[in-house]
């Protein structure tokens, strides 16, 4: 165990580090997938997000509150383009927008609408009562001492998510989440405490945004590589625009085409991680594909699943 503890600054070090020099590589020669598209840009889905039903606690605007942390989450992230916030009647008018769109190759529709509501609220207090209890001082007396009654607090909140895909209103998520926060004081009388209430929404909505933003997880496409002995990098078409930020762990996918039914499959042949040198809309990237070949063409898409190194 002492071993451990004293390795572990090392293997930190090792296993964070994510800083390249370009001069230390050199370019590799490697093929172009048979099935990778015409076009390399970043795929970013662009979306509505509908505004939360009308929901009010104690005077507490919620829907209000939980519609526009959604959408700051979403923007900040960048993973996808958010282009209207809509109100449930303009709903149709989304899915005129998006059917146009994809006859004229348009920019006016968007891919998803996200909706949301908010589905329960409670604000919980709990009574303690005081009681005597005994210590010892330093001659070894003991000495009675008493905690006065406090009330602690308990505010959870469920909202409900759906991701729908336009125009045909398919459901490709629907999921419930909830968050809780708690607080407590030593006034012996009920208190409303309205932060409480807001931060098991901010609660709710961040447990939300983490997997949402695995459902708009931006692809990317690998256009260059570079060696330096075992050690390789590769340059993808995602950058800053599209949410990259140094050490940023990334799933890289050999790309191939179903003979019988002509449809693109894509198979993990590694992992990623963005190193230092990040432009607008591309960055070079670590690479450990296990002696598997890189291929110009090869996809790939963030992971946020969570690993040893992410305690850290």
Same mark, same amino acid.
């Given at each position: ?13 090792? *296993?964070?580090?994510?800083? #390249? ?32 039903? &009308? ?10 509150? !939980? ?7 979403? /923007? ?21 927008? !998006?059917?146009? !769109?994809?006859?004229?190759? *348009?920019?006016?529709?968007? @891919?998803?609408?996200? &909706? $949301? ?30 905690? %006065? ?5 308990? !505010? ?5 998510? /759906? ?11 629907? &999921?419930?989440?909830? *968050?809780?926060?708690?607080?407590? +004081?030593?006034?012996?009388?009920? &208190?409303?405490?309205? +932060? ?33 002995? @075992? ?10 625009? /599209? ?10 996918? +050999?790309?191939?085409? @179903?003979?019988?039914? $002509? ?14 040198? #990040? ?22 898409? %963030? ?10």
């Amino acid at each position: 165990m002492r071993f451990f503890f004293f390795l572990l600054p090392v293997l930190l070090f090792l *296993g964070c580090s994510s800083k #390249i020099n370009l001069a230390d590589y050199r370019p590799a020669y490697v093929p172009k997938s048979s099935a990778a598209p015409a076009d390399f840009s970043a795929e970013i889905k662009k979306v509505s997000i509908v505004k939360f039903p &009308k929901y009010k606690y104690r005077n507490l605007n919620l829907s209000q509150n !939980a519609t526009h942390r959604l959408k700051f989450l979403l /923007q900040n992230s960048k993973f996808v383009k958010i282009l209207r916030i809509i109100n449930e009647n303009q709903i149709k008018d989304e899915i005129k927008a !998006a059917e146009i !769109a994809k006859e004229t190759d *348009g920019d006016i529709g968007a @891919d998803y609408l996200i &909706k $949301g509501a908010i589905l329960n609220v409670t604000f919980t207090p709990k009574y303690h009562r005081g009681y005597y209890y005994y210590v010892k001082n330093k001659k070894g007396e003991k000495i009675i001492k008493y905690s %006065p009654p406090y009330y602690s607090y308990e !505010a959870c909140l469920q909202i409900n998510i /759906q991701i729908l895909k336009l125009p045909e209103m398919q459901s490709d998520f629907d &999921k419930i989440f909830s *968050g809780c926060s708690y607080y407590s +004081d030593n006034v012996p009388y009920i &208190k409303f405490y309205p +932060d409480l209430i807001l931060k098991s929404l901010n609660k709710s909505v961040a447990d939300a945004y983490n997997y949402v933003k695995k459902f708009f997880a931006p692809k990317g496409y690998i256009y260059e590589v570079r060696k330096n002995g @075992d050690e390789l990098i590769a340059k993808i078409t995602l950058g800053k625009n /599209q949410g990259m930020k140094e050490r940023m762990k990334l799933n890289i996918y +050999d790309l191939k085409k @179903d003979p019988l039914t $002509g449809e693109i499959e894509k198979y993990k042949i590694g992992e990623g991680k963005v190193s230092n040198i #990040i432009f607008e809309n591309s960055c070079w990237i670590t690479a450990d594909t296990d002696d598997v070949e890189l291929k110009i063409g090869d996809m790939v898409k %963030p992971n946020f699943e969570i690993s040893f190194w992410d305690l850290f």
